[in-house]
Every structure is written in C-alpha cells, then in structure tokens.
Antibody, heavy 119, light 111 residues
Framework: EVQLVESGGGLVNPGGSLKLSCAVSGFTVSNVFMNWVRQTPGKGLEWVGRVKSETHGGTTEYAAPVKGRFTISRDDSKNTVSLQMNSLETEDTGVYYC??????????WGQGIVVTVSS | IVMTQTPLSSPVTLGQPASISCRSSQSLVHDNGNTYLSWLHQRAGQPPRLLIYKLSNRFSGVPDRFSGTGAGTDFTLKISRVEAEDVGVYYCMQATHFPFTFGPGTKVEIK
C-alpha cells in the first residue's frame, strides 16, 4: 500500500526556517518525481517544486515564488523527501503536501502538514 | 498557464448528473500529442485525490460514473449520477506546460 506521511510543520516567525519531511512507503522515491504542493488561503493549490528521479538526474525545480528560499532534497536510505524552507513569509502559510508524480499528474498525495508563518 | 473553472459552486441532486467546466489560457496539447489535463477531488479535511488524468483516463479505483472530456483549452468533468460521497471541491490541473497549475476549484454540494 502506498503511503506518504508529512512531518515537521508548525508555527514560525516571518524570516524564520522550517524543514518538512515526507516519509514514503509502497514505492521507492528515487524512482519517481517527488513534488511538494501547497494549499494557501490566497492562491489555492500551488505547485512548489520537485526532485526528479535518479534516472532523470535527481535535479530539482522550483516555482518562482519560492526559488532561492526553498530547497528540496531526497534521502534514498530512508526513502524520504524533504523541503527546507528559509526566509519564510506570511504568504507561505498553508497546508503543504508531498505528492508522487506519475504519467504527468500527481497520483499519490500525503495527508498534508500545516505551516503557519506569523509573529 | 491560468486555469479557470465554472461554476465555482454547484448544488446538485442525488442521482442526477453534474458537470464542471475548466478552461486553460493556452492549449494543453503537448508536442507529443497528449493532453495533460487532470481532475482531482478534495473532501473537507482531506488531501486532493486523483480522479482523471491525461484528459480522460480514470485513475485506479475511480468509479466509472466519472468521465473527463474536452480538447485544446476547454474541458469537462461529468458525473453521471451524483452520490453523497461526491461532495467536496473539484480541481482541474494542467501538466502540459511548466510549471503545473491548478484551477480555483468547484464546490459541489447536495441540494
């Protein structure tokens, strides 16, 4: 059974940092493109970024609003994907989902984790 | 690519058909000939769940009362007979052009 479980969310001050993790079971993260998608009050569902599969070089891509502030990484030994978020802004508040990409869509999603950026 | 949906809210009757429209600001036909338009369903407090991918393909376990049609920039999700479990918000999403983008969602509720 496929499961994606996010952790690491919480409350952080503007300008602060937070690291989210996504633990995966049921498939190997290095074999697929792993994405982060967020759902915010202001913009609804928004793609954040992804790490490509090992066969595609394992490179990362990011949405313009987070480029330079967020970093996605993968730990193949733990079958996890992480999202390091720095210089957080109030607009980053929302629910963050990790999602597996298959056949040009997001076929499996985690339950989501809440991130609140507020002073 | 900007995705728009109509209506934004849709009261439906159990057992009756329902449809949701989605429009993209550019054609979603990829150079390889495929149309990477998906439909997702989100119930309150739950993550989105994939229903339809690549325009008209139902994801594993999705009931056949759901169908996706369309071409170019205009797309439709149809529910042949609405059941109580179908309430929630429906989103279209495009993956033809980078970055992926989502529609604003259509809230379906029972009359």
């Amino acid at each position: 059974e496929v499961q994606l479980v996010e952790s690491g969310g919480g409350l952080v001050n503007p300008g602060g940092s937070l690291k989210l993790s996504c633990a995966v079971s049921g498939f190997t993260v290095s074999n697929v493109f792993m994405n982060w998608v967020r759902q915010t009050p202001g913009k609804g569902l928004e793609w954040v970024g992804r790490v490509k599969s090992e066969t595609h070089g394992g490179t990362t891509e990011y949405a313009a609003p987070v480029k330079g502030r967020f970093t996605i990484s993968r730990d193949d030994s733990k079958n996890t994907v992480s999202l390091q978020m720095n210089s957080l802004e109030t607009e980053d508040t929302g629910v963050y989902y990790c999602a597996a990409e298959g056949d040009w869509t997001f076929d499996y999603w985690g339950q989501g984790i809440v991130v609140t950026v507020s002073s | 690519i900007v995705m728009t949906q109509t209506p934004l809210s849709s009261p439906v009757t159990l057992g009756q058909p329902a449809s949701i429209s989605c429009r993209s600001s550019q054609s979603l036909v990829h150079d390889n000939g495929n149309t990477y338009l998906s439909w997702l369903h989100q119930r309150a407090g739950q993550p989105p769940r994939l229903l339809i991918y690549k325009l008209s393909n139902r994801f594993s376990g999705v009931p056949d009362r759901f169908s996706g049609t369309g071409a170019g920039t205009d797309f439709t999700l149809k529910i042949s007979r609405v059941e109580a479990e179908d309430v929630g918000v429906y989103y279209c999403m495009q993956a033809t052009h980078f970055p992926f983008t989502f529609g604003p969602g259509t809230k379906v509720e029972i009359k």
